[in-house]
């Protein structure tokens, strides 16, 4: 076998979430991932055993050139205030920005992945007036910079690879890592934000279980209504790229069968929509937010005839919990 990838992960201006979702990992879980890609943990905050003097001496020798590594990911937005300093996070024990430090090691690597939209883009870090200047890898939001510019390339020639997402998935992940590991993972495999397309391929409405009430435009008007939140309660699942309706979260289910409507988590600028997240914003009563390829007349004029075409069942059942009108074969009572 050959030497195994080293990685290490790297934590900023973020919560923490997405290491989280990745220790839920379960098809592969992360060990058996980090094993079947022959990746070997220099040092990850969580996970390792290594601190203090021991893990700031592995990052100093890796920033120095002193230990070679495969893959950097970074975990968190890049934080540069106050005024440019970034002293509103300091590596522990150094003295030194952690900003300083993650672009030290960046440039020793030979692909960096930010993994989530705060290491991507900013995200919700960069919310607001963004007081702690916060930025993502490649991005400032939708444009192109943050803390190593549009023009990085890892020593592999990879562009910063966006694995966005509030947090991620785990499959998002251990799918891009066993690719890499591979040899398969190709700029042609990223989207035009540098997200996989293994997973940024799909819209999140493709497999919602809500389907049915969009295609009649039989729509939810509280929390917890079983229609399609499209209408009313803000859902950008025909718009946003993931495959959160095809892969299940934790084995079962996704923000919509929680009774969530998408907030489109994996794009810049997500955290600043506008609007309140579970509102959909409208003109003249047509949903600003059209889905994705659609034209507006097309929209409107299909909406309108699906909402006379809409069976009872699912008119009644989309503004309840449950359902109170159920399907029925009409061979047996002839109704
Ligand atoms: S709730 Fe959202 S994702 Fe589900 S069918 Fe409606 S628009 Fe699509
Ligand atoms: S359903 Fe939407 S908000 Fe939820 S994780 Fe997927 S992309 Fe993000």
């Known amino acids: ?193 540098e997200r996989p397309l293994a997973y940024t391929a799909h819209l999140v409405h493709h497999g919602c279980a809500r389907n049915e009430f969009y295609e009649f435009k039989a729509s939810a008007e509280t929390p917890g209504d079983m229609g399609c939140m499209m209408e009313n309660l803000g859902c950008k699942g025909t718009q946003a790229r993931a495959d959160c309706n095809i892969r299940a979260w934790n084995g079962s289910g996704s923000c919509l069968d929680g009774n969530y409507a998408c907030i489109n988590c994996t794009a810049p600028g997500f955290e600043e929509p506008g609007h309140a997240f579970a509102v959909t914003p409208k003109v003249g009563g047509i949903p600003i937010g059209l889905p994705t390829d659609m034209p507006k007349a097309w929209f409107v004029a299909l909406a309108s005839l699906s909402k006379a075409a809409t069976p009872k069942r699912l008119r009644e059942n989309a503004t309840r919990a449950t359902p109170s009108v159920l399907p029925h074969d009409k061979r047996r009572d002839g109704k």
């Open 1 to 193: 076998m050959s030497a195994p990838l080293s990685l290490v992960w790297l934590q900023s201006g973020g919560c923490g979430g997405c290491t989280l979702s990745l220790l839920g990992a379960d098809a592969p879980d992360l060990l058996a991932t980090l094993a079947a890609a022959n990746v070997d943990v220099l040092w990850h905050p969580s996970l390792s055993e290594a601190s203090g003097a021991e893990a700031r001496t592995l990052l100093a020798d890796i920033a120095g050139g002193r230990r070679k590594v495969d893959i950097v990911c970074l975990e968190g937005s890049v934080i540069n205030g106050p005024a440019g300093s970034g002293r509103f996070h300091m590596a522990a024990g150094t003295g030194e920005p952690m900003r300083d430090l993650v672009a030290a090691i960046c440039a020793r690597a030979g692909v960096v992945i930010a993994v989530g939209s705060c290491a991507a883009f900013g995200g919700i870090t960069a919310g607001g007036d963004n007081h702690v200047e916060a930025t993502g890898l490649s991005y400032d939001g939708t444009a192109p910079g943050g803390l190593l510019g549009p023009d990085f390339r890892g020593q592999g020639g990879l562009p910063v690879v966006n694995i966005a997402g509030c947090p991620i998935h785990p499959g998002w992940f251990t799918d891009t890592l066993l690719q890499y590991a591979a040899g398969a993972l190709t700029r042609e495999d990223l989207d035009e934000w």
